[in-house]
């Protein structure tokens, strides 16, 4: 988001005056919020690269070697499990710790091996489990929706079942999209009452002196900045530039733009901001409304679209002062991990060092979800 040259178009109180007017306030209010939402949208576009390069360059490769050491754990209790010299309660113990670790690593990858010996430890069939739950993953679905999923989906992945989902959800905004707008015809044909007529006219006013406010504010920049009516072809290329800017931010109903523009190019001062009559405010209140809900609509998409890059939850909250701060612990907590798999590995080399651990990793168990152990 380039910033260069900008200067604020904030109303400043006159040199004869102590305070603002209401629609003074009201505009400056708005005009900071929308420099808060340039801010956060320009905070994304800087952090964003920064991020991917950590993510890519740090993080991946430490998930690859924290998995690989998973799935050594996961062989190796397996082969401990028939070592002589193990109690019943130790084989138990080595049963739960292989269900819950092989059961994660699963999810992340189809590993035929990692599903048989889910399937001895945990006395039951990982592909039957999952499809179970899908199933029931499908009828909440169904009954949130109201409507039928269909018998065609890929009951072995969710991704399928939650795309289909996502479908019939579209399918039926559409549909309800279509019948509002026929229904709001129907309206329209209707014969209008003289108050809904006059409703109306006051309606289309209103809007055509929102659009005049923004056409008058553009006119005055095209005029000045017409790239054809400049013979130094260095100025016209500036011109130029400037123009598609103007253009831009015309197309866009961007008010605070040309405004920006104005100042930059010094056709306005600080004293014509000052003087903007109450009307115009008005007038300028509406448009500076439209302008931050957008901005709003982009900021929403911008984090949508990363949390769906990096698959961060909705319930974590992200902002680009944060996220890679936060990479940073989950880097760190990684490594942790590694380190701490490492040292784990190590017991199998003798059982009386693997009872001894078996015998920590028990009483651990009894107080912390499996989700939670050190591996």
């Known amino acids: 988001m380039t910033r260069t040259n900008r200067r604020s178009v904030s109303i400043a109180p006159a040199h004869n005056k102590t305070s603002l007017s ?3 306030k009201a505009f400056n209010a708005l005009i900071r919020q929308i420099e808060k939402r340039r801010h956060h949208l320009g905070a994304w576009e800087v952090v964003g690269p920064v991020f991917q390069k950590k993510y890519t360059d ?9 998995t690989d050491l998973q799935v050594k754990m996961v062989h190796c209790l397996e082969q401990a499990f028939d070592q002589k010299g193990l109690t019943k309660s130790e084989r138990r113990t080595i049963s739960v710790l292989i269900t819950g670790l092989a059961g994660d690593l699963i999810e992340e990858q189809d590993d035929a091996q990692l599903k048989a010996i889910y399937n001895r430890h945990s006395q039951s069939d990982f592909d039957s489990e999952a499809a179970a739950e899908l199933e029931d993953m499908k009828s909440a679905l169904e009954a949130m929706l109201g409507a039928e999923l269909g018998d065609d989906i890929d009951m072995s992945s969710p991704e399928d079942l939650l795309q289909r989902a996502h479908a019939k959800m579209e399918e ?7 019948e509002n707008q026929a229904r709001e015809e129907r309206r329209a044909k209707r014969k209008k009452s003289a108050r809904q007529l006059a409703a109306q006219a006051r309606q289309e006013q209103e809007q055509e002196q ?9 006119r005055k920049l095209a005029s000045a900045l017409h790239p054809d009516r400049e013979p130094d072809p260095h100025e016209r290329q500036r011109k130029t530039a400037l123009m598609q800017r103007a253009n831009q931010a015309y197309g866009n109903n961007n008010l605070l733009q040309l405004l920006e523009l104005q100042l930059e190019l010094e056709h306005i001062d600080q004293s014509a901001i000052n003087n903007i009559s109450e009307d115009r405010l008005k007038h300028y209140k509406v448009i500076l409304k439209e302008q931050l809900g957008e901005l709003d609509q982009e900021i929403l998409h911008v984090e949508a679209r990363f949390r769906h890059a990096y698959g961060i939850p909705p319930f974590i909250d992200i902002s680009p002062d944060t996220v890679v ?14 380190r701490d798999l490492k040292q784990d590995l190590l017991v199998f080399e003798e059982i009386r060092t693997l009872k001894s651990w078996l015998k920590s990793v028990k009483r651990q168990h009894a107080t912390l979800h499996f989700d939670e152990m050190p591996f």
Do not use: H
């Not at 039926?172 to 279509?178: L, M, P, V």
């Not at 929102?210 to 553009?218: A, G, N």
């Open 22 to 24: 209401k629609g003074q």
């Open 325 to 338: 701060r936060n990479l940073a612990g989950d880097i760190a907590g990684i490594q942790q991990s590694v």
């Open 210 to 218: 929102l659009s005049q406010s923004i056409r008058e504010v553009y």
């Open 58 to 66: 740090e993080f991946l490769p430490l998930e690859k070697i924290c």
């Open 172 to 178: 039926q905004q559409a549909r309800e999209a279509a």
